[in-house]
């Protein structure tokens, strides 16, 4: 059927099963908006892109599928390149459709023209521009299939304002078939049984899983496979919900601000089963000493994860899911022994370590941030979808809510980009309406996309902001008080505006807490009311994360409480 | 000058643990594919000795030829990291004796009167040709593996090499029997 540009890509976004895109329009878009305006598709109107492809990364992370941006060319492209560059480094699968100049003024300085292509290149899986009309289609279906086959991430199309207008004869397409594009899903089976002859054989071993088992859905396998051979757990900021935060097999999480027995375990085991992790140097401290007693097998579907950063023994390349279910076969077939007597010394020396160096605070006459989290997470039975920003306030998050499930965590963790948890909450609320949808944010990174309420509001998304509000960028004011004799350039916050009146102008509830006794009421009322609020909690400000291993050093070396 | 090619001038210890590698690729001929491999270079810290492209019999597809200096490590990561681009389509390490590798230089040398003869001879013993003559230069074309190269370049020293275009090595893997 013969069709414009702009009506194909609606035909291969529904085909794609797209029901909500995140997006701003311009001048290059005008046209693609015109159609998409006929669709069924829901149009979410951002307040800046930036936080459109925060939205569209939620909302990818909260559903499991594809987020889906549309943004003008030049200043509209722009402004989507940090939020591409969180969702590279998280591998969330995204889409986002930039406008571009007509091709006959590509490369003149034309109004509004960006190379976009070019900038995105080192922070998107793929990208495309697209030439002529008739490669649209096929582009478009790609695009999709690239972004969330493999090891997924955001794929960037780059789309001139004639391209969108000409015409050409549309079917629709079937699969995908990209010659150069195949990734390995398949483990080696021998692999995986030298994996198995190993936890025969181990007496420390310990599970550290990340964000690869989470987006290959391989939560309830991996669960399996801990428990039925009773292994410790632990995982990254990213694993975070990958592995029951409640199961007497749980650590806590690993790296830098990690648990005290999750970082020991690692210096200690002598077999680390890691799983869809790619080794961060927040997670390793210095690599030299990271599980030096340990053989190491890694399994990941990302080949240039394996060995870039540790050398490991078992490699294994392969989708989580398929491997882990591979693996419980494997261990249903062989006999592992009395796990449960095999496996007491190491447990007993684990529990050791939680209950000298539990995660602890001291309770004062201030509010501490600690038990305004665990507060939330008591209130909302840890059933919240958490989105946070970046700082003190994401370490809380992560140390004191404690996630059963896999896809109720969204933080972004490798950009580790300020400004993120707002529209990322908006977007999980979309994919999950029924769900309490709670970021968990800092004084200082709400400013950075707090445009996002009107969005909020206009869309009736009861998002919950709960802030953090200890008047610093606390992070870095912690690294000063530890590294740089308590000089806090340029650090203190103090001078923000009026979180409460803020959310009222924006249409939404302001509430505040000053007090540890108004903690929980603000947050029962605040979780309670159907808009969208904000919690400004007034916090102790010199508060600090512990424990923290100090950049370079091995992670069993942690600064405590 | 020998066809063979040994080992031992091929992978060339650089220092403790670094070794010169070259990757050849087949990508697809498209716009941009070229960038995203120089890209992957640049972004990532690995380095580039030298770096041949042209288009193959298939117009759609192009060879890419590069040679790297790395540990082995970062050789495996190199290879790694250019596998997964969407756009390269094979890639192999044919640094070792089982492939044919040629390299070309266009040499501009001064040709005065009294060493006219002595260039032509060179370039006979040599068996590579003079492309240009002029009142006062030669322009010599050579190809060859690198150390043929190097050879020729250090003759024509003396002489005073006024200008001098060089290609990084070409490879292909050598068919069986
Ligand atoms: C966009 C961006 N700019 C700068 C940083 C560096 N940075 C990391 S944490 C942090 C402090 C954040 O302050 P706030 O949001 O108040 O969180 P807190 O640590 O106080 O909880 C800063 C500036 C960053 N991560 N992202
Ligand atoms: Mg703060």
């Given at each position: 059927?013969?069709?414009?540009?702009?009506?194909?890509?609606?035909?291969?976004?529904?085909?794609?099963?797209?029901?909500?895109?995140?997006?701003?329009?311009?001048?290059?878009?005008?046209?693609?908006?015109?159609?998409?305006?006929?669709?069924?598709?829901?149009?979410?109107?951002?307040?800046?892109?930036?936080?459109?492809?925060?939205?569209?990364?939620?909302?990818?992370?909260?559903?499991?599928?594809?987020?889906?941006?549309?943004?003008?060319?030049?200043?509209?492209?722009?402004?989507?390149?940090?939020?591409?560059?969180?969702?590279?480094?998280?591998?969330?699968?995204?889409?986002?459709?930039?406008?571009?100049?007509?091709?006959?003024?590509?490369?003149?300085?034309?109004?509004?023209?960006?190379?976009?292509?070019?900038?995105?290149?080192?922070?998107?899986?793929?990208?495309?521009?697209?030439?002529?009309?008739?490669?649209?289609?096929?582009?478009?279906?790609?695009?999709?299939?690239?972004?969330?086959?493999?090891?997924?991430?955001?794929?960037?199309?780059?789309?001139?304002?004639?391209?969108?207008?000409?015409?050409?004869?549309?079917?629709?397409?079937?699969?995908?078939?990209?010659?150069?594009?195949?990734?390995?899903?398949?483990?080696?089976?021998?692999?995986?049984?030298?994996?198995?002859?190993?936890?025969?054989?181990?007496?420390?071993?310990?599970?550290?899983?990340?964000?690869?088992?989470?987006?290959?859905?391989?939560?309830?396998?991996?669960?399996?496979?801990?428990?039925?051979?009773?292994?410790?757990?632990?995982?990254?900021?990213?694993?975070?919900?990958?592995?029951?935060?409640?199961?007497?097999?749980?650590?806590?999480?690993?790296?830098?601000?990690?648990?005290?027995?999750?970082?020991?375990?690692?210096?200690?085991?002598?077999?680390?089963?890691?799983?869809?992790?790619?080794?961060?140097?927040?997670?390793?401290?210095?690599?030299?000493?990271?599980?030096?007693?340990?053989?190491?097998?890694?399994?990941?579907?990302?080949?240039?994860?394996?060995?870039?950063?540790?050398?490991?023994?078992?490699?294994?390349?392969?989708?989580?899911?398929?491997?882990?279910?591979?693996?419980?076969?494997?261990?249903?077939?062989?006999?592992?022994?009395?796990?449960?007597?095999?496996?007491?010394?190491?447990?007993?020396?684990?529990?050791?370590?939680?209950?000298?160096?539990?995660?602890?605070?001291?309770?004062?006459?201030?509010?501490?941030?600690?038990?305004?989290?665990?507060?939330?997470?008591?209130?909302?039975?840890?059933?919240?979808?958490?989105?946070?920003?970046?700082?003190?306030?994401?370490?809380?998050?992560?140390?004191?809510?404690?996630?059963?499930?896999?896809?109720?965590?969204?933080?972004?963790?490798?950009?580790?980009?300020?400004?993120?948890?707002?529209?990322?909450?908006?977007?999980?609320?979309?994919?999950?309406?029924?769900?309490?949808?709670?970021?968990?944010?800092?004084?200082?990174?709400?400013?950075?996309?707090?445009?996002?309420?009107?969005?909020?509001?206009?869309?009736?998304?009861?998002?919950?902001?709960?802030?953090?509000?200890?008047?610093?960028?606390?992070?870095?004011?912690?690294?000063?008080?530890?590294?740089?004799?308590?000089?806090?350039?340029?650090?203190?916050?103090?001078?923000?505006?009026?979180?409460?009146?803020?959310?009222?102008?924006?249409?939404?509830?302001?509430?505040?807490?000053?007090?540890?006794?108004?903690?929980?009421?603000?947050?029962?009322?605040?979780?309670?009311?159907?808009?969208?609020?904000?919690?400004?909690?007034?916090?102790?400000?010199?508060?600090?994360?512990?424990?923290?291993?100090?950049?370079?050093?091995?992670?069993?070396?942690?600064?405590?409480? | 000058?020998?066809?063979?090619?040994?080992?031992?001038?091929?992978?060339?210890?650089?220092?403790?643990?670094?070794?010169?590698?070259?990757?050849?690729?087949?990508?697809?001929?498209?716009?941009?594919?070229?960038?995203?491999?120089?890209?992957?270079?640049?972004?990532?810290?690995?380095?580039?000795?030298?770096?041949?492209?042209?288009?193959?019999?298939?117009?759609?597809?192009?060879?890419?030829?590069?040679?790297?200096k790395a540990d082995r490590p970062v050789l495996e990561q190199i290879e790694k990291q250019l596998n997964k681009l969407v756009n390269v389509i094979k890639i192999r390490d044919l640094t070792g004796?089982?492939?044919?590798?040629?390299?070309?230089?266009?040499?501009?040398?001064?040709?005065?009167?009294?060493?006219?003869?002595?260039?032509?001879?060179?370039?006979?013993?040599?068996?590579?040709?003079?492309?240009?003559?002029?009142?006062?230069?030669?322009?010599?074309?050579?190809?060859?593996?690198?150390?043929?190269?190097?050879?020729?370049?250090?003759?024509?020293?003396?002489?005073?090499?006024?200008?001098?275009?060089?290609?990084?090595?070409?490879?292909?893997?050598?068919?069986?029997?």
């Amino acid at each position: 059927m013969e069709m414009t540009g702009a009506q194909i890509l609606m035909e291969v976004l529904k085909q794609e099963g797209v029901d909500t895109i995140f997006g701003f329009p311009g001048g290059a878009v005008i046209d693609i908006y015109d159609e998409l305006a006929k669709t069924e598709i829901r149009h979410i109107l951002v307040r800046h892109e930036q936080g459109a492809v925060h939205a569209a990364d939620g909302y990818a992370r909260a559903s499991g599928g594809v987020g889906v941006c549309l943004v003008t060319s030049g200043p509209g492209a722009t402004n989507t390149v940090t939020g591409i560059a969180s969702a590279y480094m998280d591998s969330i699968p995204l889409v986002v459709i930039t406008g571009q100049v007509p091709t006959h003024l590509i490369g003149n300085d034309a109004f509004q023209e960006v190379d976009i292509v070019g900038i995105t290149r080192p922070c998107t899986k793929h990208n495309y521009l697209v030439n002529h009309v008739d490669d649209l289609a096929k582009t478009i279906k790609e695009a999709f299939h690239i972004a969330r086959s493999g090891r997924p991430g955001p794929v960037l199309v780059d789309l001139p304002k004639d391209v969108g207008n000409a015409t050409s004869s549309y079917e629709p397409l079937e699969e995908v078939n990209l010659k150069s594009y195949k990734p390995t899903y398949k483990p080696n089976m021998n692999q995986l049984k030298k994996i198995v002859q190993l936890i025969e054989n181990a007496r420390r071993p310990l599970i550290f899983a990340g964000g690869g088992v989470i987006l290959s859905g391989a939560s309830d396998e991996l669960t399996r496979f801990a428990r039925k051979t009773q292994i410790p757990v632990t995982t990254s900021l990213m694993g975070l919900g990958a592995f029951p935060g409640t199961d007497p097999l749980w650590l806590g999480m690993i790296g830098m601000h990690g648990t005290y027995r999750a970082n020991m375990s690692t210096g200690a085991c002598d077999l680390l089963i890691s799983i869809g992790v790619r080794f961060d140097d927040r997670v390793t401290g210095k690599t030299d000493a990271f599980a030096a007693q340990a053989t190491i097998v890694h399994i990941d579907i990302d080949p240039t994860s394996i060995r870039k950063n540790i050398p490991v023994a078992i490699p294994v390349v392969g989708d989580c899911k398929v491997s882990l279910d591979h693996l419980n076969k494997l261990a249903d077939q062989t006999n592992l022994g009395d796990l449960r007597q095999k496996r007491e010394k190491w447990l007993d020396q684990i529990e050791q370590w939680k209950s000298t160096n539990p995660l602890a605070y001291k309770q004062e006459d201030k509010i501490k941030p600690q038990y305004v989290v665990e507060k939330l997470y008591e209130l909302t039975g840890g059933k919240a979808i958490i989105t946070t920003e970046v700082g003190q306030n994401q370490m809380w998050a992560a140390q004191y809510y404690h996630f059963d499930r896999p896809n109720h965590f969204i933080t972004s963790g490798g950009l580790g980009c300020m400004g993120f948890g707002l529209p990322a909450a908006i977007g999980a609320q979309l994919a999950c309406p029924d769900k309490l949808v709670v970021d968990i944010a800092g004084d200082g990174s709400i400013q950075m996309n707090i445009q996002e309420m009107a969005t909020a509001v206009q869309y009736c998304l009861p998002v919950k902001t709960v802030i953090l509000n200890n008047g610093y960028l606390g992070m870095v004011r912690q690294w000063q008080e530890l590294f740089y004799e308590k000089r806090y350039a340029c650090t203190c916050i103090e001078h923000a505006p009026d979180f409460v009146k803020l959310a009222e102008a924006f249409g939404a509830v302001g509430l505040r807490a000053t007090k540890p006794e108004e903690v929980e009421s603000v947050l029962k009322e605040g979780l309670s009311v159907p808009q969208p609020v904000i919690m400004d909690f007034m916090v102790e400000k010199e508060e600090s994360v512990y424990p923290m291993v100090p950049a370079g050093a091995p992670i069993t070396e942690m600064l405590l409480v | 000058m020998a066809d063979k090619n040994t080992p031992d001038e091929d992978i060339r210890i650089v220092n403790m643990n670094e070794e010169k590698h070259i990757f050849t690729m087949l990508v697809d001929n498209e716009p941009g594919v070229l960038s995203r491999v120089v890209g992957l270079f640049s972004g990532r810290g690995f380095n580039i000795d030298s770096l041949v492209v042209a288009e193959t019999i298939d117009p759609k597809i192009s060879r890419i030829t590069i040679v790297t200096k790395a540990d082995r490590p970062v050789l495996e990561q190199i290879e790694k990291q250019l596998n997964k681009l969407v756009n390269v389509i094979k890639i192999r390490d044919l640094t070792g004796p089982e492939a044919v590798k040629r390299e070309m230089a266009l040499i501009c040398v001064k040709a005065k009167t009294e060493y006219r003869a002595e260039i032509l001879r060179i370039v006979d013993i040599f068996r590579c040709q003079v492309v240009d003559v002029g009142r006062e230069h030669y322009i010599i074309e050579v190809t060859g593996e690198a150390g043929k190269l190097e050879a020729l370049i250090q003759l024509m020293k003396p002489m005073g090499i006024k200008k001098i275009a060089r290609t990084g090595p070409l490879a292909l893997i050598r068919e069986p029997n």
